[in-house]
């Protein structure tokens, strides 16, 4: 009974963020209060996995109490710092990460909603990005405003999406891979777009199946043997290829359905592409026991947008035979719905269920 309790009131909560953002995603006021009901749900679970355990114990016994591979960013030690020095509880410093997260990456729909389906668009990210959030929330920071980041830089705010960038990467050093913006935006908006993209898989392909030079090239670019590890470090995993695409194969067939929309909206055919290579990188995560899959997280979350746009229009699957508008819809929230059902309640992927006001039933 907890974990049915559990799933209609995650899915309230996913489908009223939706509507109301719908309704009112010109309204910072609205975002601001959808962002901190998100963030109160958030801090009352808790612990959901290995993550938010670690945290809760660095915020309960001090930094120096944690021995890892490679230090905190200095962006999220000084957060943690300061919400320690005034003797806040670890929940405060929870609520305060999942508020920053949901406005940022709310703040990326709001900028894009001349070209968005916004209740599909919130509704991806309420459906994963946001539960992923609960525990991995260090580096879903650090997503939320890199994704904004490309979105103003790619509308022409240089500097400003570029400061972003830096920013998030003071909260996880991995979002430094979004820089790839300052170059992609000439190489694929433009009408051979799709040859760069095709070369760009290519090489994607053969950097996976040569996960050592993978390794090497992320040394460089981070200094950080913990980093390059994610792409080199071996272990027994029961993940396959096979399972990784087969749950992202709608979203990612829409999306190449859906390519011609791209041409209303020039910027699409960057964040296209940054999602298919995103896809690919990601897909190193089903074939080994590292969490490499996270560095691809800044790109394939950039669906949220792509399908947005896509279900914006009727989908043409070839001469003659179209999609309604409608019937995109449908199919994308079945979907998303049935596979968040799949992954947090019968596989059990992070600890959701059940939430702490339903345990007892």
């Given amino acids: 009974m907890s974990g049915i309790l559990t799933f209609v009131f995650y899915s309230l909560i996913i489908f009223l963020s939706s509507y109301i953002l719908k309704r009112k995603i010109k309204s910072n006021y609205y975002i601001v209060l959808v962002a901190a009901v998100c963030a109160t749900i958030m801090m009352c679970k808790g612990s959901i996995g290995t993550d938010t355990n670690m945290y809760i114990s660095v915020y309960e016994n001090g930094i120096d109490s944690l021995h890892r591979w490679v230090e905190f960013e200095w962006g999220f030690q000084a957060l943690l710092i300061a919400f320690r020095s005034i003797g806040l509880p670890y929940q405060a410093f929870f609520f305060t990460i999942s508020f920053i997260t949901m406005i940022f990456i709310f703040l990326a729909i709001k900028n894009e909603r001349d070209n968005v389906n916004v209740f599909i668009s919130t509704f991806l990210i309420m459906v994963d990005f946001y539960f992923l959030s609960w525990n991995i929330i260090r580096q879903t920071l650090a997503m939320a405003v890199a994704i904004y980041a490309m979105c103003i830089y790619l509308d022409g705010k240089y500097k400003k999406g570029i400061f972003f960038i830096i920013v998030a990467s003071l909260f996880h050093t991995s979002a430094i891979v979004c820089l790839a913006v300052l170059v992609c935006k000439y190489i694929f908006e433009n009408k051979k777009y799709k040859w760069f993209l095709l070369v760009s898989v290519i090489i994607a392909i053969f950097l996976i199946s040569n996960r050592d030079i993978l390794g090497k090239i992320v040394f460089l670019i981070t200094k950080k043997d913990y980093y390059a590890s994610y ?107 049935l596979l968040f059902w799949f992954d947090r309640f019968y596989k059990g992927y992070a600890n959701l269920v059940p939430y702490p006001w339903f345990a007892n039933f």
Avoid at 246 to 266: D, V
Avoid at 282 to 299: D, E, H, M, N, P
Avoid at 305 to 328: A, D, P, Q, Y
């Fill in 231 to 337: 792409f080199t470090r071996d272990a027994e995993t029961d993940g396959n290829l096979f399972t990784f695409y087969l749950k992202c194969f709608p979203i990612l067939l829409i999306s190449i359905l859906g390519m011609r929309n791209y041409n209303k909206a020039t910027k699409y055919k960057t964040l296209f592409s940054f999602m298919i290579l995103g896809y690919i990188f990601s897909s190193i995560g089903a074939i080994t026991a590292t969490q490499v899959q996270r560095v691809g997280y800044y790109f394939t979350y950039l669906d949220t947008l792509i399908i947005g746009l896509c279900c914006n229009n009727k989908l043409r699957i070839k001469k003659g035979l179209c999609l309604s508008k409608n019937n995109l819809i449908l199919i994308v929230v079945v979907f998303k719905l």
